[in-house]
């Protein structure tokens, strides 16, 4: 009860912090390939997701996760908390902005975790409304922080896509460090299918290499794992499977329900 009254009092917290930052950064990676229609209607407020999500592990206890969403037109904030067992906790608080032009749509992100962290990125999708260009790039002050993209955040991201298949957004990018000296770089297929107008999927297979610190000496380590995302109305699931999950000896399997609201 302590952890979820946490969460409650930061998500108050996100919605006062959200509207002093006004137009600045966001999450620890803003997602330019985001579907658009994700966004709330116009008539809508607020637009909320939560979603808890569950992390089984091979080498390290199993943890836990609860973060809460809401994203309006032109910003999203969110709160979230991390527990595995009794060794390792953190509160974290995020922001994005999009912007868009003709061809340009760019989202700024920033985040603060407890532990003293901090970090923020830009990504960008660049092109027409069937094909696209994706970059993007990323910093942290690289204090402690359990790190829940699953890949390299201080790192450069670069890729393609395409919306020419009916109801059907096909991605291909690459993120890769650029400055701790890892070797680290994973790259992700990306397909999310609308078959219906109450349903969607989303895969993503993703290749992984790179040591785990800049020691020459560390064993380099690469794995191929997945994530399916099954889309209902307000509900969607979620699992994925992750060999060598941030480039450690632990191999992991993430489970998540959850609900918009």
Same mark, same amino acid.
């Given at each position: ?7 409650c ?9 959200c ?6 950064g ?32 091979s080498?390290e ?11 309006t037109?032109?910003q ?12 390792f ?8 902005r999009?912007?868009?032009w ?11 975790a407890?532990?003293?962290?901090l ?5 960008a ?11 993007g ?8 922080y ?5 890949d ?28 701790? &000296? *890892? +070797?680290?770089?994973? %790259?992700?297929?990306?397909? /999310? ?5 109450? =349903?969607?999927?989303? $895969? ?18 690469? &794995? *191929? +794992?997945?994530?399916? %995302?099954?889309?209902?109305d /307000? ?5 994925? =499977?992750?060999?060598? $999950? ?6 992991m ?9």
């Amino acid at each position: 009860m302590t952890a979820v009254r946490a969460v409650c009092a930061a998500a108050m917290g996100a919605v006062l912090l959200c509207a002093s930052l006004g137009a600045r950064g966001a999450d620890g990676r803003g997602d330019a390939t985001r579907e658009r229609e994700e966004l709330p209607a116009a008539q809508a407020k607020v637009a909320w997701k939560l979603t808890p999500t569950y992390y089984m592990s091979s080498s390290e206890p199993n943890a836990w996760d609860l973060n809460l969403r809401g994203n309006t037109e032109t910003q999203t904030w969110w709160v979230g908390y991390y527990q595995r067992d009794d060794e390792f906790r953190q509160l974290r608080l995020g922001y994005e902005r999009p912007f868009e032009w003709s061809f340009v749509r760019a989202i700024p992100s920033f985040q603060y975790a407890t532990r003293g962290f901090l970090g923020g990125s830009i990504t960008a999708e660049i092109g027409g409304e069937h094909h696209y260009g994706l970059l993007g790039w990323g910093r942290t002050n690289l204090r402690d922080y359990y790190n829940l993209n699953f890949d390299p955040n201080d790192a450069v991201t670069f890729g393609v896509g395409t919306r020419a298949l009916p109801n059907t957004t096909l991605s291909l990018f690459q993120i890769r460090d650029d400055r701790l &000296g *890892t +070797g680290q770089r994973v %790259t992700h297929l990306v397909a /999310r299918i609308k078959p219906d107008e109450r =349903s969607r999927w989303t $895969v993503d297979v993703f290749h992984k290499e790179g040591r785990p610190d800049a020691d020459p000496a560390s064993g380099k380590v690469s &794995g *191929t +794992g997945a994530t399916l %995302t099954y889309d209902f109305d /307000r509900w969607f699931a979620r699992v994925a =499977s992750d060999p060598h $999950v941030n480039f450690s000896d632990n191999n992991m399997v993430r489970v998540a329900i959850g609900v918009r609201f």
